[in-house]
């Protein structure tokens, strides 16, 4: 039974680059969500979709964070130019539907931006 | 401002001891999940509560929602329990979760 996979799970990035995170979120699974997490600020949340519809996208991180989601069972996270500040774990996650329900969490990508 | 508060931020224990960790919640929260953060980095589910109180093992863990707080017990530390434990909890009719500051526990021989 395959959880949430991520890939990379390291990326080491120069500044200025363009990263892409991928994601793959457990089948059958409705929503989709990619967090940040950084020793001061913690896990914060990044984008939310619902049934492959971009719900929210994370208001600080909109100038240079893109995610998508092109169909049920993959998403990307790209960031775009990357600076030495987002050098950050890059966690993916999902649910089964929208409602209260678990949310299960990937392994993540650890980014390092130089 | 914060809607999770989490406590102690770091706790240390002798094998065989226990205690407890604490969420309080600034406004109302739906359910809560407690994770468990290992030395690889990967967030392990132990608890989703939408009310009540369940128990897994060693780990026990309460959700009052009118009183806007959780816990999550720890008996009998093992040094395997080390790691950083988050609480995160929803707001609202979909899963997205605001996450506590964690706890850093140490188990030690």
């Known amino acids: 039974d395959a959880g949430v996979t991520q890939t990379p799970r390291h990326e080491v990035a120069e500044k200025g680059q363009t990263i892409i995170l991928k994601c793959e979120p457990v089948?059958?699974?409705?929503?989709l969500f990619w967090y940040r997490q950084t020793k001061i600020q913690g896990l914060e949340l990044l984008s939310y979709f619902r049934s492959k519809s971009l719900m929210e996208d994370g208001g600080a991180f909109k100038d240079r964070f893109k995610a998508e989601m092109l169909n049920s069972s993959f998403s990307t996270l790209k960031i775009q130019p990357t600076e030495p500040k987002d050098s950050a774990v890059y966690l993916c996650?999902?649910?089964?539907?929208?409602?209260?329900?678990?949310?299960?969490f990937g392994k993540g990508t650890r980014l390092t931006v130089v | 401002g914060d809607q999770v508060e989490q406590s102690p931020s770091a706790l240390s224990l002798h094998e065989g001891t226990g205690s407890a960790l604490r969420c309080n919640f600034t406004t109302t929260m739906r359910a809560v999940q407690w994770f468990q953060q290992n030395s690889r980095g990967s967030l392990i589910n132990l608890f989703y509560l939408a009310s009540g109180t369940k128990e897994n093992g060693r780990l026990k863990s309460t959700f009052n929602s009118k009183e806007s707080y959780s816990t999550l017990h720890i008996r009998d530390a093992q040094l395997e329990d080390s790691g950083t434990y988050f609480c995160a909890a929803g707001t609202g009719g979909n899963n997205k979760l605001t996450f506590g500051q964690g706890t850093v526990l140490s188990v030690i021989p």
């Open positions: 089948s059958g699974h409705n929503d």
């Open positions: 996650a999902s649910s089964p539907r929208t409602g209260n329900t678990e949310v299960f």
